[in-house]
């Protein structure tokens, strides 16, 4: 379906609980989780959700579009309202945008670039973007421009290409929760992602013209992670090395990140740390940093997406 026009309807944000539904042919969802939405939104082409609605937000009307968003993630995907029924119980209908929301799905708008729009958010209870343009303006950037922008930092890095611009991207972090995780985490610092356009030891790259970081995930059990993650430090240093080499800025640094599915052990995290490396790990929805991984982290946090090009 075409995308809503910015502007001709009104704008809410809803934050979906796990009781709304994403409707498919010969099926449907519930919403419990980021990946069950991801999962859902790039697999099936045509949509429809329904979701609970607080009675005090009846306002919501047919043709409104909707900001859909996971709690903890950020914005997920975009619908236009078909209708809203039933009282006290209310629901609100909508047909989910596959354009945007596909996009938005594997790479959303992170909670901390929603400015003052995301304070108080809460479940079935849509925020009204009505007087805050700017909210919206920067939603459709978001999902329209962003990954020009990517491509066009990533051009000064030799042999990286766009995860915009990566077939499938899409299943390839709904099949592995790590990595999505930690293209999360990157792109919450402001930086452009990417992958090595040819086999490399990296999996993720992120890159905002001052600080450049390759990041291996890590997969198996805890005694296979040991030895998967020494196997991995050697070469993705030396690959991280070769791409910060190919930037012609000497100013900018590096850092190569391992991502594991759980706390690693304390000696492991200690010593990667210790070689100048990075260590995270996935805690729910949430990456984990280590004690030296968090520093970096800290700086990442106060970085805007939209930095002068």
């Known amino acids: 379906m075409a995308s809503p026009e910015l502007g ?4 809410w944000l809803v934050v979906l609980p796990a009781s709304a539904r994403l409707t498919y042919r010969g099926g449907e969802r519930v919403t419990d989780s980021y990946e ?12 429809s959700g329904t979701t609970p609605l607080k009675a005090r937000f009846l306002s919501v009307q047919p043709g409104d579009t909707l900001w859909l968003a996971i709690r903890n993630v950020g914005v997920i995907g975009r619908g236009v309202v078909d209708a809203v029924h039933g009282r006290p119980e209310a629901e609100v209908l909508f047909t989910v945008d596959s354009d945007s929301s596909r996009i938005l799905a594997t790479d959303p708008l992170p909670t901390r670039h929603m400015g003052k729009v995301a304070v108080g958010l809460r479940e079935a209870a849509p925020t009204s973007l009505h007087d805050q343009p700017g909210a919206v303006e920067a939603f459709e950037w978001w999902w329209r421009e962003l990954g020009a922008y990517d491509a066009r930092r990533l051009k000064l890095v030799d042999e990286v290409t766009s995860t915009r611009d990566a077939k499938n991207w899409g299943r390839h972090i709904a099949d592995d929760p790590v990595l999505a995780a930690s293209s999360r985490t990157l792109r919450g610092g402001g930086l452009s992602l990417g992958l090595p356009a040819k086999t490399s030891p990296l999996d993720l ?10 990041i291996t995930t890590i997969s198996g059990t805890p ?58 790990w996935l805690d729910g929805r949430t990456m984990r940093p280590g004690p030296e991984t968090a520093t970096l982290l800290a700086e990442l946090s106060r970085s805007p997406v939209r930095s002068a090009e």
């Open 205 to 214: 790259v992120g890159f905002d013209k001052s600080r450049l970081i390759g």
């Open 223 to 280: 005694k296979q992670s040991v030895e998967q993650a020494l196997a991995a430090l050697g070469p993705g240093m030396y690959r991280l090395r070769e791409l910060q080499q190919s930037i012609d800025d000497p100013a900018v640094g590096r850092s190569f990140w391992l991502a594991f599915p759980s706390m690693p052990d304390l000696d492991l995290l200690e010593f990667i740390e210790e070689t100048g490396s990075g260590v995270v």
């Open 36 to 47: 069950a939405c991801l999962d859902t939104i790039i697999r099936y082409q045509h949509l």
């Open 8 to 11: 001709t309807k009104r704008h």
